[in-house]
């Protein structure tokens, strides 16, 4: 059973940066991929980014290409997430998740862990 806990979210002004941090227990070989998800008021959630925690490959959603950074530390077995230049269409709950496998186009349904989530505000 992996354990997700997601930490860092916040209230920042438009172009500012924030780094949301998600600390995993129980993750083995089996979950192969942790991403970052976020869900805005009365939107479906809509996959961010996702990393493969051994082979360091990685992919985002367009909207957040060249200004996210997903990243994740084996050692302290934790995700990270680092946002620049945020936009007030960026304003979520950021969410982190692992699955058993890695593939392209990976999409909600593909993670079966979840961590609380954690609110992103940016105010323009």
């Known amino acids: 059973q992996v354990h997700l806990v997601e930490s860092g979210g916040g209230l920042v002004q438009a172009g500012g940066s924030l780094r949301l941090s998600c600390a995993a227990s129980?993750?083995?070989?089996?979950?192969?991929?942790v991403g970052w998800f976020r869900q805005a008021p009365g939107k479906e959630r809509e996959f961010v980014a996702a990393?493969?925690?051994?082979?360091?490959?990685?992919q985002y959603a367009d909207s957040v290409k060249g200004r996210f950074t997903i990243s994740r530390d084996n050692a302290k077995k934790t995700l990270y997430l680092q946002m620049n230049t945020l936009k007030p269409e960026d304003t979520a709950v950021y969410y982190c998740?692992?699955?058993?496998?890695?593939?392209?186009?990976?999409?909600?349904?593909?993670?079966?862990?979840w961590g609380q989530g954690t609110q992103v505000t940016v105010s323009s």
């Open positions: 129980g993750v083995t070989f089996s979950s192969y991929a």
């Open positions: 998740a692992s699955s058993t496998y890695y593939r392209a186009n990976l999409g909600a349904s593909d993670f079966r862990s």
């Open positions: 990393i493969t925690w051994m082979g360091g490959s990685s």
